[in-house]
T-cell receptor
Framework: EAGVVQSPRYKIIEKKQPVAFWCNPI?????LYWYRQNLGQGPELLIR????????DSQLPKDRFSAERLKGVDSTLKIQPAELGDSAVYLC??????????????FGPGTRLTVL | SQQGEEDPQALSIQEGENATMNCSYK?????LQWYRQNSGRGLVHLIL?????REKHSGRLRVTLDTSKKSSSLLITASRAADTASYFC??????FGAGTRLTVKP
C-alpha cells in the first residue's frame, strides 16, 4: 500500500513569493491533516479536512495561508506571500475513517520550506 | 495551541537501559497516541491508548494513562540505538507537544 505522498520534498523561495505544497493521502482515507513543524518542535496542526470539508482551521493563518481539498482526495496548501518565519517542514497526514483523534494518522515525508 | 506536553525534553541512556518519558495534557480526552520521529524522517504511529484503558503494551513499549492526573507515560524497555528519535504524544484533535528527544548510546 502506498503511503502519503507529498511534493515537493524541498522548496527554497525568496520572501514575498508564493509557494504551494501538494499532498496525496492514502487511498480511502477521508481525513486529511496539514501540519507545520519548526525545528525542535512538535507538529502544529494547521487544518483538518473530513472529505472536502475543512472542519478545523482554527490554527491556519488565514491572511496568507489557504488550503483546498478537491473531490475529497488530494490537497494543496498555499502560502502567499511567504515570510521568513514560514521556514519549516510542512507535513501532511491522513487517517480512516473519521479522525478526531480516534484513528491512527499516517504521515508523509514532509516538504522542507526555506524562505530567504 | 499545543495540547500534549512531553517531559523530559531530552533523555540520554545506554543501550539496554529502559527509557521513560511522560506526557501531560490539559483537557479531557477520548484517547492519547504516541508517535516517533527519527532524524530527518516523518512521524510514525507507535501506540494508541483509550481513555478507559490504564495500560497497554506493544512489543518493547508500555504505555500508561492516568486520566485523573491528565498524564501518560511511555516506557521503552531494553533500548536500542535504533530507538534514538523524538517521541511525541498527541491528544484529541491531534495536537502535539514539543516532544522528548531520546538518545540511546551504543
Amino acid at each position: 500500500e502506498a503511503g502519503v505522498v507529498q511534493s515537493p520534498r524541498y522548496k527554497i523561495i525568496e520572501k514575498k513569493q508564493p509557494v504551494a505544497f501538494w499532498c496525496n493521502p492514502i487511498s480511502g482515507h477521508n481525513t486529511l491533516y496539514w501540519y507545520r513543524q519548526n525545528l525542535g518542535q512538535g507538529p502544529e496542526l494547521l487544518i483538518r479536512y473530513e472529505n472536502e470539508e475543512a472542519v478545523d482551521d482554527s490554527q491556519l493563518p488565514k491572511d496568507r495561508f489557504s488550503a483546498e481539498r478537491l473531490k475529497g482526495v488530494d490537497s494543496t496548501l498555499k502560502i502567499q506571500p511567504a515570510e521568513l518565519g514560514d521556514s519549516a517542514v510542512y507535513l501532511c497526514a491522513s487517517s480512516f475513517p473519521g479522525g478526531r483523534g480516534t484513528d491512527t494518522q499516517y504521515f508523509g515525508p514532509g516538504t522542507r520550506l526555506t524562505v530567504l | 495551541s499545543q495540547q500534549g506536553e512531553e517531559d523530559p525534553q531530552a533523555l540520554s541512556i545506554q543501550e539496554g537501559e529502559n527509557a521513560t518519558m511522560n506526557c501531560s495534557y490539559k483537557t479531557s480526552i477520548n484517547n492519547l497516541q504516541w508517535y516517533r520521529q527519527n532524524s530527518g524522517r516523518g512521524l510514525v504511529h507507535l501506540i494508541l491508548i483509550r481513555s478507559n484503558e490504564r495500560e497497554k503494551h506493544s512489543g518493547r513499549l508500555r504505555v500508561t494513562l492516568d486520566t485523573s492526573k491528565k498524564s501518560s507515560s511511555l516506557l521503552i524497555t531494553a533500548s536500542r540505538a535504533a530507538d534514538t528519535a523524538s517521541y511525541f504524544c498527541a491528544t484529541y484533535d491531534m495536537r502535539f507537544g514539543a516532544g522528548t528527544r531520546l538518545t540511546v548510546k551504543p
